[in-house]
């Protein structure tokens, strides 16, 4: 029965009957370019992000944030967190691991291995040299979009100095929460949650079920017929 079954899916995919793609939502704010926010890093202000609003496809699998300019090394890590308007709350849904700024224009790409947020809730994804400065005096700043007071991702452009003092994050109103600046340049990765197919698939999907069924039956009367 199991060859059966595996051989039935084989003709759905040959016949040109393929598996319905997930629903999926991008968000990309780097279309166009104004200027770099400064100075991220140390020991100006430590914490730079975007806030974003999440839409019905609600399961975060990836997002990335920029920096430009400066020489480096920044000690830097990069963080999720729900955003009550005024700043980070809870406790962290992604932080990575230590990563570091030397130079130029870098995109930092993190994989949450699937984050599932609240439809309509705000995040905030943000790098942050809190809890990790030297005492050193090297900063570098991140690009934003220029499209002053509107944001494209149901959010803005945020930051705030807490210097090495992390918890602050969570506990004290950030800077710029009025969206002055627009949006940081930020993409971001979506799934709808528990893989759950566009409604336009599910013709699709009932029909390959039915040849596959079809193909199961052929072979049960073939069986019988021939004894």
Do not use: C
């Amino acid at each position: 029965m199991r060859h059966i079954v595996l051989v039935g899916f084989a003709a759905l995919l040959t016949a040109g009957v393929s598996v319905p793609a997930m629903a999926q939502t991008t968000y990309d704010t780097t279309g166009s370019y104004f200027g770099d926010i400064t100075s991220f890093g140390e020991p100006d202000t430590s914490t730079y992000g975007q806030v974003f609003t999440v839409g019905s496809d609600n399961v975060l699998n990836t997002f990335s944030l920029y920096l430009e300019g400066g020489s480096g090394p920044i000690s830097f890590k990069g963080y999720l967190y729900a955003w009550d308007g005024s700043h980070a709350t809870g406790s962290a849904l992604y932080a990575s691991g230590t990563l570091s700024f030397t130079g130029g224009l870098s995109e930092y790409d993190f994989s949450t291995g699937g984050v599932t947020l609240a439809t309509g809730q705000q995040y905030v994804a943000f790098l942050s040299t809190s809890g990790l400065q030297d005492g050193g005096q090297i900063t570098t700043g991140m690009p934003f979009d220029g499209n002053f007071g509107s944001s494209t991702i149901g959010g803005g452009m945020v930051w705030y100095n807490t210097g090495n003092d992390f918890s602050a994050l969570t506990s004290n109103s950030w800077d710029n929460t009025g969206n002055a600046v627009g949006d940081a340049w930020f993409k971001a990765s979506f799934d709808s949650a528990g893989g759950v197919p566009e409604p336009a698939s599910w013709a699709m999907m009932l029909g390959g079920f039915g040849m596959v069924g079809g193909a199961l039956r052929s072979r049960r009367k073939a069986a019988v017929s021939f004894g």
